[in-house]
C-alpha cells in the first residue's frame, strides 16, 4: 500500500461548479498536509498547506484534513477554466528529512 | 534569480549515454531537493542537499545516479549507462527552510532511446 493515496482521475466539471479532490494516508504521525498544482510540462506549484486538523482557506480554494480518517480534501469554488491542471496532494515528511510524499495527481478539467 | 531553473529542459539520449542535469536554486536557499517523475504518477524523492552536504540520497534508484552540490549552489544529477526505465521527468526544488514551502523547476525531460 502506498503511503498517500489519490484518484487520478481525470475529473471533468462544467466552469462554475464546486470541485473536490481528495487523498488518504496511512501514517497517523504525518502532520503538513499540501496541496500542488502542476500544469502541462511545468514544475508543480504550491497552493496551500495546512498542519494537523481542521480547514484553511486561500480565496477559492479551501483545504481540509481528517485526521481521524487520515483523508485530505482541496474544494475550489467557482471553478474556471484556468484551474484546469493536474492536483497533487503532498505529506511533508519532518522526520525524514523533510522529502515531500507525493500522491500521484489528479487531472482536473473544466469545461467551459 | 526569480525561480528555480532547470537544463536543458528536454534531453534526448541513446541507451548505454552518460547524462548531467542541472539546477540552478533560488539564491540563498540552504535546502535542494531531486525528484523524478513518470508520466502520470507524483514525484518520487531521489536525494537531498543542505547546502554542499548530501544528507539523503536514500532515493536514488541505484549506483548509476550520481548527485552533487560542490558548492552549496547549484546542483547536477548525473546518470550513467542510461536505461529505458530511467524516462521520467526530473525536478529540482528548492527552499529557504527545511522544506515547508519547495519551489520547484519546471523539470527537465529526459527520454532513453
Known amino acids: 500500500q502506498k503511503e498517500v493515496e489519490q484518484d487520478p482521475g481525470p475529473l471533468s466539471v462544467p466552469e462554475g461548479a464546486i470541485v473536490s479532490l481528495n487523498c488518504t494516508y496511512s501514517?497517523?504521525?504525518?502532520?503538513?498536509f499540501m496541496w500542488y498544482r502542476q500544469y502541462s510540462r511545468k514544475g508543480p506549484e504550491l497552493l496551500m498547506y495546512t498542519y494537523s486538523s481542521g480547514n484553511k482557506e486561500d480565496g477559492r480554494f479551501t483545504a481540509q484534513v481528517d485526521k481521524s480518517s487520515k483523508y485530505i480534501s482541496l474544494f475550489i469554488r467557482d471553478s474556471q477554466p484556468s484551474d484546469s491542471a493536474t492536483y497533487l496532494c503532498a505529506i511533508l515528511r519532518m522526520d525524514s528529512n523533510y522529502q515531500l510524499i507525493w500522491g500521484a495527481g489528479t487531472k482536473l478539467i473544466i469545461k467551459p | 534569480g526569480a525561480g528555480v531553473s532547470q537544463s536543458p529542459r528536454y534531453k534526448v539520449a541513446k541507451r548505454g549515454q552518460d547524462v548531467a542535469l542541472r539546477c540552478d536554486p533560488i539564491s540563498g536557499h540552504v535546502s535542494l531537493f531531486w525528484y523524478q517523475q513518470a508520466l502520470g504518477q507524483g514525484p518520487e524523492f531521489l536525494t537531498y542537499?543542505?547546502?554542499?552536504?548530501?544528507?539523503?540520497k536514500s532515493g536514488l534508484p541505484s549506483d548509476r545516479f550520481f548527485a552533487e552540490r560542490p558548492e552549496g549552489s547549484v546542483s547536477t544529477l548525473k546518470i550513467q549507462r542510461t536505461q529505458q526505465e530511467d524516462s521520467a521527468v526530473y525536478l529540482c526544488?528548492?527552499?529557504?527552510?527545511?522544506?515547508?514551502?519547495?519551489?520547484f523547476g519546471q523539470g527537465t525531460r529526459l527520454t532513453v532511446v
Open positions: 526544488a528548492s527552499s529557504s527552510r527545511r522544506g515547508t514551502e519547495a519551489f
Open positions: 501514517n497517523s504521525a504525518f502532520q503538513y
Open positions: 542537499f543542505q547546502n554542499e552536504a548530501q544528507l539523503d
